[in-house]
Antibody, heavy 119, light 110 residues
Framework: QLQLQESGPGLVKPSETLSLTCTVS??????????WGWIRQSPGKGLEWIAS???????YYNPSLRSRVTISLDASENQCSLKLKSVTAADTAVYYCARDRDYDDFDFWGQGTLVTVSS | QSVLTQPPSASGTPGQRVTISCSGSSSNIGGHVVNWYQQLPGTAPTLLIY???QRPSGIPDRFSGSKSGTSASLAISGLQSEDEALYHCASWDDDLNGWVFGGGTKLTVL
């Protein structure tokens, strides 16, 4: 059974860079035909897609976040990473990683990790 | 402001049938499949409906999805207390070249 687990600091200071890692088990990110994505949910709000990446390095970014976001894969660790720079309080959210079935859906999700931006 | 439009709330009594709408445009729902996610309180979203009307293994047939033009709907029949959750619709958007979600609909079972 595919499992995804997010990890990273729960508290980030304003203007700093948020860094998260998603460890995948039950599927190989370098051989899977799927994409791997990040979605966030601000407190009391809906879901917001951030970015998705394929092992061939094809990437898609939310235009509203593109200038601040980097998504990457580490095949040796079977991990997907997200970096969001110059964070503000508006970036406080639960961040989820999920398997992205290329134009179809996100069929498996991690449990999510809460990141709070505060000094 | 979400690209896809959902009502913020819906409600029903046990046993009733409830529908939740999701409205988009030709660049998203009009040209791509719609999927729905169920988010129980305090948990991550899970895939509920994919490809407009398909249920993943383990999802009861009380849940059904449909799409017409630039709108989609999720129907829940035989409403149960455990259906109380947040429901999200999503689709790919050609203009944004990315995924778009609705704002989510909180379903309350009275």
């Amino acid at each position: 059974q595919l499992q995804l687990q997010e990890s990273g600091p729960g508290l980030v200071k304003p203007s700093e860079t948020l860094s998260l890692t998603c460890t995948v088990s039950g599927d190989s990110i370098s051989s899977s035909n799927h994409y791997w994505g990040w979605i966030r949910q601000s407190p009391g709000k809906g879901l917001e897609w951030i970015a998705s990446i394929h092992y061939t390095a094809i990437t898609y970014y939310n235009p509203s976040l593109r200038s601040r976001v980097t998504i990457s894969l580490d095949a040796s660790e079977n991990q997907c990473s997200l970096k969001l720079k110059s964070v503000t309080a508006a970036d406080t959210a639960v961040y989820y990683c999920a398997r992205d079935r290329d134009y179809d859906d996100f069929d498996f999700w991690g449990q999510g990790t809460l990141v709070t931006v505060s000094s | 402001q979400s690209v896809l439009t959902q009502p913020p709330s819906a409600s029903g009594t046990p046993g009733q049938r409830v529908t939740i709408s999701c409205s988009g445009s030709s660049s998203n729902i009009g040209g791509h499949v719609v999927n729905w996610y169920q988010q129980l309180p305090g948990t991550a979203p899970t895939l509920l409906i994919y490809s407009n009307n398909q249920r993943p293994s383990g999802i009861p047939d009380r849940f059904s999805g449909s799409k017409s033009g630039t709108s989609a709907s999720l129907a829940i029949s035989g409403l149960q207390s455990e259906d109380e959750a947040l429901y999200h619709c999503a689709s790919w958007d050609d203009d944004l070249n990315g995924w778009v979600f609705g704002g989510g609909t909180k379903l309350t079972v009275l």
